[in-house]
């Protein structure tokens, strides 16, 4: 579980901190306070550390116009651990700032375990092409934009007893997705059966994702049974009662082009079809996907992505666009379930999400002078949010007058 983020210089991100201390949690605040870039540093960290290809970091991302050095610090629990990862992206600019003569002399970055008393046990320092182990005499020389988590699998021998803090700290972040689910309408209905088995065995062998939720799916009806029940289970009449049934058909292409071309004989287009339940409109009819609703469509994507991909952590943009609020209901109360499994940190600007909260689940995101903040509500607040609740109004009623102060 991400425990607490530190961003310093990403976007509007000039030095904030935060705390996060449930299994879900929301970013409240009003449109533009930099709620997207709190999810998008997260993201960007989490996706920098796993790969050992050079670091990159788009001119878009930094806070001013000349670009300044980007810091993040990240406390992560992990079975019986609280490890503190720190990165820094240095940048020596020269003096005239002219963009063609930017040096970049390399990365800063640290891993420890916070003990119990607050003290650190060192796993790892980097500075700049040099990594020094705490358990090493002798330092690991490895490119200087290359994350050290990433290098370090690379390199080091697999009884070393570095390497199972390091696999840990790779596996979190591996297992952090960000969804902006703006991506519905982009959906294709029909998959080729060359295209599917590809990344089917991609996914097999490497573990490889898809924002495609027809390969996704398909994959759960061909390959995990139990796992597509489960789907069926939620978004059926039991569960969120959007959707009665799912299914899968397919459409033979024949002898259609030469022998050379994917396209061959006995290839298939594959089509994922749904039935609407009863009480939505099109009961009793068939429809793809590109034919449902924009907010059943987003709840599809919600819940195929929680449950295929298995995610350590989910960072949602706005998952209430479109949705109904009883659905909602529904939807918060499921990632609350599958709490256990995943984290999940979404942005919202709803009154109807915030009502369907906790007190404690509620972090309210400002700019003073253009600056992002965030926090969680203080323990007196807390308290007279539940005495507000019990007597008086809503949450989001209760937080109006904290999000302008």
Known sequence: MLKS?????????RS?????GTSVGALSGRNGVGKSNILKAIDWVSRSVITAETLRIGLNDYTAQVPEDIEFGMKIKIDEYNYLYRILVRLNLSKDRNPSQYEFPGLVESLAIEGEDGAEQKIFDRNGETITLAVRKDPIRTPQWTPAPAALKSLLANDDPELEHINRLITFF?????????????????ILEYTYNEWKLRHQTAGDPTTSIAMRLIYMLDEDRELFEEFQHIIGPAGLDVIEHMGKSHINLGDVGGSNDPVVFGSKLFNIYFKPSKHMGGAGGVFPFSALSVGTRRVIQIVVSMLFDKRSLMLIEHPEDSIHPGLLRKLIDLLRTYSSQSQTIFTTHSPEVLDLLEPEEILLVTAPEGSTQARKLEPDEIGLAKEFLKNEGTLSEFLEPLDNL
Do not use: M, P, W
């Not at 983020?5 to 991100?13: A, G, M, T």
């Not at 591996?174 to 029909?190: A, H, I, M, P």
């Open 16 to 20: 904030t901190k935060i705390e996060f």
């Open 5 to 13: 983020v530190e961003i310093k210089k990403f976007r509007s991100c």
């Open 174 to 190: 591996n297992g952090t997705r960000y969804y902006t689910l703006d991506d519905t309408d982009k959906e294709t209905d029909l």
